[in-house]
Structures are given as structure tokens and as C-alpha cells.
């Protein structure tokens, strides 16, 4: 019943900028955490940047100074600005968020398609 969309993806050359979009719909009575990964074909998934209320921001150290999450708690949405981009920022960015259920109140896990991004000339 709820669900992720990313958006934002796409070519960019080195050294430029994209902005990555993830709303969430459905029956959530709270958001605790949202973020994205990221995963290169062969590697395992890892994390680029997280936002929570409790915690503020986490960043890896590979995007420290150059991405900066935020969060739009009106719409549910997680931004994540990616800036400097290098070659090896290419990969596909899944968000995540956990949170609790209207409904139930349980408090679960969601992933989203993943949107690709690719750093290139």
C-alpha cells in the first residue's frame, strides 16, 4: 500500500549536478527515515546519504562536500543534490525509507525501483 517514486535520474557530464526526487505515497502515519543508495552492477548496495529526525543527516565519505540530502516532511519527498559529480558517482540510486503504517502502525521498510544515473562526457 505504499510506495516509492524516483525521479531525477539521467546523463550528466563531470563536475555537473543532478537533483534526485523520492516521494512517498500511501497510508504512512509517520517517516522516520529516508535516504538513498546506490548500487554499481557486480558491487554490493551501499549507502549515499540518510535523513531522520532523531539523527539528523549520515553521508558517505565518498559525497561529504559535494551531496546534501533533505527532506520535504509536507509531501513525504527525499531530495538528494548531488553535486561535483564524478565518473564514479555513476550508478543506479535506490531510496529507502522506513516508517510507520497508518493502518497497522508497524513499522516497515521500503525500496524503490532505483533510477539510473551516469556521469560521463
Known amino acids: 500500500q505504499v510506495q516509492l517514486v524516483e525521479s531525477g535520474g539521467g546523463l550528466v557530464q563531470p563536475g555537473g549536478s543532478l537533483r534526485l526526487s523520492c516521494a512517498a505515497s500511501?497510508?504512512?502515519?509517520?517517516?522516520?527515515?529516508m535516504g538513498w543508495y546506490r548500487q554499481i552492477p557486480g558491487k554490493e548496495r551501499e549507502l549515499v546519504a540518510d535523513i531522520s529526525f532523531a539523527t539528523g543527516t549520515n553521508y558517505a565519505e565518498s559525497v561529504k562536500g559535494r551531496f546534501t540530502i533533505s527532506r520535504d516532511n509536507a509531501k513525504n519527498t527525499v531530495y538528494l543534490q548531488m553535486n561535483s559529480l564524478k565518473p564514479e558517482d555513476t550508478a543506479v540510486y535506490y531510496c529507502?525509507?522506513?516508517?510507520?503504517?497508518?493502518?497497522?502502525?508497524?513499522?516497515?521498510?521500503?525500496w524503490g525501483q532505483g533510477t539510473l544515473v551516469t556521469v560521463s562526457s
Open positions: 529507502n525509507a522506513r516508517f510507520t503504517v497508518a493502518t497497522t502502525y508497524e513499522y516497515v521498510e521500503v
Open positions: 500511501g497510508s504512512i502515519f509517520s517517516i522516520n527515515t
